[in-house]
């Protein structure tokens, strides 16, 4: 089955949420302990394949952000700091409770807003590759500016594994032009400026005083490893795990690692859960 066959399917699962008059498109997967998974700058159906084996041991609720995807982008959210408080809204929508809270990139970065508000509803949360604090400065660029490169250059440097055949936009149907259309545009509302992070999240962080670990590719060639350190020591309570020949894209590169990493974080086994 080819990785947009997969698409496809996963997104044909995905359900509508009204939330307060806004369309939030989620995908809710598995029977087990509930799992919020916040995917990454390339929009939730390119994480199918890690939402579909976490959800072999939990009951994972996979949204796309607003504005991405088919999500709505409802009136005053134009920050990460204000999709932290939107998420919080959406766990006590869903009346979740005890939520392992897993975020990629751009998702982990809106999983660190949520961890420094009011978290009560998160018992832990696993970060892949997080993003939100300084990216650079006037003189020096700690995380590589994607907004600078062409797309097939961004594409390069996202993931260690083989890229799937080039796809002619002009064979591609509506639908997918107008989803990858939505993620683009999601994305620079979000990370334009300030560049990927929140000026202000780095005096928070002592907040963030639930267990996390911390995930990151060896072979990231966005965002570098000693940045990982920094969030990790950053945090009261956080354990860095190094993947080997892992990119940016955790969920491309190690799925079947980073979902092993996750489910054993949790202290949780699929038959547990099953249970």
């Known amino acids: ?24 498109e989620i995908v809710r997967k598995g029977d087990g302990p509930p799992l919020l998974f916040l995917h990454g700058m390339d929009g939730l159906e390119a994480a199918a394949g890690l939402v579909d084996r976490l959800a072999e041991t939990f009951t994972v609720y996979a949204p796309s952000h607003p504005g991405f995807g088919a999500s709505d982008l409802p009136p005053g959210i134009t920050t990460a700091d204000d999709l932290g408080y939107f998420y919080l809204d959406l766990l006590d929508h869903l009346h979740l409770d005890a939520v392992t809270l897993v975020g990629l ?8 807003e949520m961890l420094v508000k009011e978290p009560r509803r998160i018992s832990r949360t696993v970060l892949g590759a997080p993003l939100g604090l300084s990216t650079g400065d006037r003189r020096t660029q700690r995380v590589v500016d994607i907004f600078m490169l062409s797309a097939a250059e961004v594409e390069q440097k996202m993931q260690t594994s083989p890229l799937p055949p080039r796809v002619d936009p002009a064979a591609q149907p509506v639908e997918v032009l107008e989803r990858a259309a939505h993620n683009r545009a999601a994305l620079s509302l979000f990370g334009w400026s300030p560049y990927l992070h929140n000026p202000k999240l780095r005096q928070r962080l002592h907040r963030a005083r639930l267990p996390a670990l911390i995930l990151w590719g060896d072979a990231d060639a966005i965002v570098p490893c000693d940045y990982a350190q920094e969030i990790t020591a950053a945090l009261p309570d956080a354990t860095l795990q190094v993947l080997p020949g892992c990119g940016h894209r955790i969920h491309v590169d190690g799925a079947e690692p980073a979902a092993r990493a996750i489910i054993e974080f949790a202290g949780v086994s699929s038959a547990a859960a099953a249970a």
């Open 105 to 112: 990139s751009l998702g982990g970065w809106i999983a660190l």
């Open 1 to 24: 089955m080819s990785e947009e066959t997969v698409r496809e399917t996963f997104l044909k699962g995905a359900d509508t949420l009204d939330m307060r008059g806004s369309a939030v």
